[in-house]
T-cell receptor, first 114, second 114 residues
Framework: QKEVEQDPGPLSVPEGAIVSLNCTYS??????FMWYRQYSRKGPELLMY????GNKEDGRFTAQVDKSSKYISLFIRDSQPSDSATYLC??????????????FGKGTLLTVNP | EPEVTQTPSHQVTQMGQEVILRCVPI?????FYWYRQILGQKVEFLVS????????KSEIFDDQFSVERPDGSNFTLKIRSTKLEDSAMYFC????????????FGDGTRLSIL
């Protein structure tokens, strides 16, 4: 079983739609969960950062973490064409040292059509 | 907003040659990372660096690779005797006090081995 699984899409939605992006993971040591946005030929740009289970909202973006199900989600409300990008989930754990390396999903390519 | 900067943006090198990829992390950050992304694949962890030494490395990071922080601002990745399969995007990331803080990425160096 892969450590982090993410549906690569592609996902195409009309402007204004609600977008739901998801990742599942197998490593129960993961405690920190991130969503990054990556435009073509650019580096990952941090969108959301959460610790442990729960919800976090920032403007049109909401991140949810369900550690019991090993499932994380990112919701985008009122999606805009400028949201068109690849969305990467990433996570890390702390195993008593300085092990904060990120494990990424493969990314979901999102296109928001005007 | 402070950002991680990487140079060059694109490096083309003959197989067998050595390359040095350069990164300037965010100025007050203490933890530094290199990741790579082969075209169409996940972003993969290579190495983490803290307090002037490697804190963790992946199995990809073999004797061909080395990292260095030669001064107070730069962080470099050296690849000796490059191979065709080293062709990828290489991303530098940094994070601040407490390695569990979110990692901020540069825009990467696209390495092409001919």
């Amino acid at each position: 079983q892969k450590e982090v699984e993410q549906d690569p899409g592609p996902l195409s939605v009309p402007e204004g739609a609600i977008v739901s992006l998801n990742c599942t993971y197998s490593n129960s040591a993961f405690q920190y969960f991130m969503w990054y946005r990556q435009y073509s030929r650019k580096g990952p740009e941090l969108l959301m950062y959460t610790y442990s289970s729960g919800n976090k909202e920032d403007g049109r973006f909401t991140a949810q973490v369900d550690k019991s199900s090993k499932y994380i989600s990112l919701f985008i409300r009122d999606s805009q064409p400028s949201d068109s990008a690849t969305y990467l989930c990433a996570m890390s754990g702390h195993s008593g040292g300085s092990n904060y390396k990120l494990t990424f999903g493969k990314g979901t390519l999102l296109t928001v059509n005007p | 907003e402070p950002e991680v900067t990487q140079t060059p943006s694109h490096q083309v090198t003959q197989m067998g040659q050595e390359v040095i990829l350069r990164c300037v992390p965010i100025s007050n950050h203490l933890y530094f990372y290199w990741y790579r992304q082969i075209l169409g694949q996940k972003v993969e962890f290579l190495v983490s660096f803290y307090n002037n030494e490697i804190s963790e490395k992946s199995e990809i990071f073999d004797d061909q690779f080395s990292v260095e922080r030669p001064d107070g601002s730069n962080f470099t990745l050296k690849i000796r005797s490059t191979k065709l399969e080293d062709s990828a995007m290489y991303f530098c990331a940094s994070t601040g006090q407490g390695g569990n803080q979110p990692q901020h990425f540069g825009d990467g160096t696209r390495l092409s081995i001919l």
